[in-house]
């Protein structure tokens, strides 16, 4: 009976600690789930960015002003559309007829493509690509101007092009670069800053794990160190960007913050993460990284990055005073401004970048102006495209055609001549007045244009072939003065009961090339400098997409 008792007595305890055991374990996990999330790591630690990517855009438009280089062949889906698409654009006034239009061979039915920025906005512009339509008679785009066109989403615009959403729209007149290679395809053109967005697209903040807390934090967190409604919590793994002011135009630059910022759930958290970015970026020899964490930290940095500026060692003397000024320490500015203009220093450009994109304005204009008269290119060309931003006084713009712009540098230094191939088309004269030599004569590589003029000749003249008549448009007067000459062939002309004759309409293309062999010929006393490609030029060329099709309500 006592040994029945006792063996009761043993399986009831048992049963208890099981039941004790089970019990701690579930109360264990739900105090584990019940932990806050740890937030004592930078927002890249717990979100990445999400769709930052170029979003690639076609359409399908129509060149005009082609010198009979055109064609009338368009496949019967591209041919209603554009029919609808011009007589929508025309409204009330039925001034064109569209298979008129099209059925000329003064004009090419095209393929239009790009590549929308990553985070753009409203009005932002972009380069595009212009391509003959495969299997048709047209030869050339040289000298055409593409018509406004609906640009989409490139894998809907091939389902369904009526349906698609429009996403961008691009104009504008037909840039053949003739300086890369010699004979291109003169098939394929491109308008520089021909698109503009019809939208902003959002930039957006995807947390790793879905977290309500998380999320809170972090969209305080950015709004504390970029401003109020920088960022907003959608749900409890999404949160939208609003790029905060002073960051435009520099999106890479805000998300590379933001990306860096810490979370600190403490001051004495923070003070660590300072600590910790000062002594990588005195040791380490690749020390952009810890600068961005730094700057991301903003304000209580200050204080350990101020001493750096009286560091024997440059490097870290000039991330020191980048990192500052990019907080708004003014006290870096001089330090900055000591390195733009040291012509030995290898950090030139970046400290005249540091300035440029932080500064105030009346700085920047009174530091680039020096700068703009420097013996090297480079520092002078990155000097002219701060003073452009803020309109410097020391800038003579001139639009011709509301095609392209002449710049105008007026100083003594260096004579330069430059021109653009992406965004807007512009041409840069560094060290005007600049002035042509006397006894001239250029002629352009198709012979259409001459610019001639004899020794004992006080003026230059100015002759073009017209690109669909053939008929010698001029000779019209121009001054020796090289801006004077460029107004000439570039601007409009007048109309044919006008005996005024404006300019000679050439495209800006046949501008550059003409301005390239004045200087190679000695007619003009400058460098010559092809600004970089526009990176869809360097693109490889896609596949031709297939004939857009209408959607069933079509």
């Not at 044919?496 to 300019?503: A, S, T, V, Y």
Request: charged share 25%; hydrophobic share 40%; proline share 6%.
């Amino acid at each position: 009976m006592r040994t029945r008792n006792t063996c009761n007595f043993i399986i009831v305890a048992a049963l208890v600690l099981l039941l004790a055991g089970c019990s701690g374990s579930q109360k264990s996990k739900e105090t584990e789930l019940a932990q806050p999330p740890r937030l004592d790591r930078t927002v890249g630690d717990l979100a990445e960015i999400v769709a930052f990517n170029p979003i690639p855009v076609r359409g399908i438009g129509i060149v005009v002003g082609l010198a009979g280089t055109g064609s009338a062949e368009c496949p019967p889906g591209a041919r209603d559309y554009l029919r609808q698409y011009i007589l929508a654009q025309l409204g009330q006034r039925k001034t064109v007829n569209p298979d008129m239009m099209i059925n000329s061979i003064d004009t090419a039915v095209v393929y239009v493509e790009g590549l929308i920025p990553p985070g753009a906005v409203r009005q932002e512009a972009f380069d595009i690509r212009v391509m003959a339509l495969p299997g048709t008679q047209t030869t050339s785009l040289q000298s055409g101007r593409l018509y406004t066109t609906d640009l989409k989403l490139v894998g809907r615009f091939e389902e369904a092009i009526t349906a698609s959403k429009t996403l961008a729209l691009a104009a504008g007149v037909i840039y053949i670069d003739n300086i890369a290679q010699p004979s291109p395809d003169p098939r394929i053109g491109y308008v520089l800053g021909g698109g503009k967005v019809t939208q902003d697209h959002q930039i957006t903040l995807a947390l790793f794990t879905p977290d309500f807390t998380t999320a809170a934090a972090l969209r305080n967190r950015i709004n504390e160190r970029f401003g109020r409604d920088t960022a907003t919590a959608t749900s409890d793994s999404m949160i939208r960007l609003t790029l905060p002011r002073g960051f435009e135009g520099r999106k890479e630059k805000f998300i590379k913050l933001v990306r860096a910022l810490y979370i600190g759930t403490s001051a004495v958290a923070e003070n660590r993460q300072i600590n910790w970015l000062i002594l990588k970026l005195q040791a380490e020899q690749a020390k952009e990284k810890y600068e961005t964490g730094l700057e991301s930290l903003g304000k209580p940095a200050v204080s350990r990055l101020l001493p750096l500026l009286k560091s024997d060692d440059l490097r870290i003397r000039f991330s020191a005073a980048r990192c500052l000024f990019s907080i708004g320490d003014g006290r870096a500015l001089k330090c900055l401004r000591d390195f733009a203009q040291d012509p030995t220093s290898a950090f030139r450009i970046a400290a005249i970048e540091a300035v440029g994109d932080t500064a105030g304005k009346q700085d920047v204009i009174a530091i680039m102006s020096r700068l703009v008269r420097d013996d090297d290119f480079k520092v002078r060309y990155t000097a002219y495209k701060y003073l452009a931003k803020f309109d410097g006084a020391s800038i003579i713009r001139t639009a011709i055609a509301q095609d392209f712009y002449i710049d105008q540098i007026i100083q003594l230094s260096p004579k330069t001549i430059y021109v653009s191939r992406k965004d807007k088309p512009r041409i840069v004269l560094f060290g005007a007045p600049i002035d042509c030599e006397k006894n001239i004569f250029i002629e352009s590589d198709d012979g259409r244009i001459i610019i001639n003029a004899l020794p004992d000749e006080n003026r230059i003249s100015v002759m073009r072939k017209h690109p669909v008549t053939d008929e010698l448009m001029g000779p019209l007067k121009a001054s020796y003065r090289l801006a004077d000459v460029i107004r000439i062939l570039g601007d409009v002309t007048a109309p044919e009961d006008d005996k005024k004759r404006i300019g000679l309409g050439a495209p800006y293309c046949q501008i550059v090339e003409l301005l390239k062999k004045m200087c190679e010929k000695g007619t003009v006393k400058a460098e010559f400098v092809a600004g970089p490609l526009s990176p869809i030029m360097q693109l490889r060329q896609p596949q031709q997409p297939s004939q857009p099709q209408k959607d069933n309500d079509g």
